[in-house]
């Protein structure tokens, strides 16, 4: 799969829940759209300005479709890296070993939550630009995160995937 994009997008303002545009299912995209192709670019260019941040959904940026960009590269919790790269209309197609992580989100910048996540799975999407299909296999953090971004696309939070409220905790803040 090819690296998205290169630089150019520009940085859009991150949504915060509670804003409706995050409980939305997001529309599928012809990815071939210039305005898709501008999206991602945005998605990657504000992933990209915001430290420690390794996804961004479209709807996190106020825009009610499903693309969304990854970049794991990096992170300490990484076994599988792919680079960064934007899928388009993606869905999971094969998820297995089960287990519990913590997570954080952009669009919930005081809370994280400990939340059930497929340590392996097989993700389909199309490449912004080329409308390539494409299936990408991955496994421990890239997984999670991979995950979470289609919740964003499918209008679902972190916050919706939890346990309950013994699995929300505070944000650490380091200094």
């Known amino acids: 799969m090819q ?4 630089d150019g997008g520009e940085v859009r303002p991150v949504v915060a829940a509670p804003d409706p ?4 299912p997001g529309e599928r995209v012809d990815p071939a759209d210039p305005k898709t192709v501008a999206l991602a670019a945005d998605l990657l260019a504000t992933m990209r300005m915001s430290p420690g941040c390794v996804g961004l959904a479209a709807p996190q940026v106020g825009v009610a479709v499903q693309v969304f960009v990854v970049d794991v590269t990096g992170h300490p919790k ?6 960064a790269f934007a899928l388009c209309n993606a869905e999971i197609a094969q998820a297995s070993r089960w287990r519990p992580g913590r997570e954080g989100c952009m669009s919930v910048p005081d809370l994280t939550g400990d939340v059930k996540r497929a340590g392996q799975v097989v993700v389909t999407g199309q ?12 496994d421990a953090f890239e997984a999670r995160a991979l995950q979470h971004e289609l919740d964003h696309c499918a209008g679902l939070l972190f916050l919706d995937r939890v346990a309950g409220a013994h699995a929300v905790h505070p944000r650490k803040v380091y200094r």
């Open 78 to 83: 990484t076994l599988t890296v792919h680079g």
């Open 3 to 6: 690296a998205v994009l290169g």
């Open 21 to 24: 545009v995050l409980s939305r």
């Open 127 to 138: 490449v912004p630009g080329t409308g390539e299909q494409v299936t990408v296999t991955t």
